[in-house]
């Protein structure tokens, strides 16, 4: 059993930069490929960005690419996301995800664990 907490969500203006932080809890923490996904009233939730379990390689969809980057630290049990040049589109609520899946293949279906969920909220 895993237990992720997300925090660092807020009201931001466009342009400024935000990270996202994922304590996760138990001792496997790095026998997980861990990502993040948003999602908005109305619609699916989306991924964003995926870690390998080792830290080598990340994964970015392509609305975020260059902008956000996703690292992690597994003597800390943590995830980030870390959030540059935000713009409007970015509002969603945020939402920490553990896969003992690989990374590069993550999605909603292959998904074990999510947090609760932090909203994000960028202004224009």
């Known amino acids: 059993q895993v237990q992720l907490v997300e925090s660092g969500g807020g009201l931001v203006q466009a342009g400024v930069s935000l990270r996202l932080s994922c304590a996760a809890s138990?001792?496997?923490?790095?026998?997980?490929?861990m990502g993040w996904f948003r999602q908005v009233p109305g619609k699916e939730r989306e991924f964003v960005a995926a870690i390998a379990r080792g830290g080598g390689s990340t994964y970015y969809a392509d609305s975020v690419k260059g902008r956000f980057t996703i690292s992690r630290g597994n003597a800390k049990n943590t995830v980030y996301l870390q959030m540059n040049s935000l713009k409007p589109e970015d509002t969603a609520v945020y939402y920490c995800a553990a896969s003992r899946t690989t990374a590069q293949a993550m999605g909603l279906m292959s998904v074990d664990y999510w947090g609760q969920g932090t909203q994000v909220t960028v202004s224009s």
């Open positions: 138990g001792r496997t923490f790095s026998s997980y490929a």
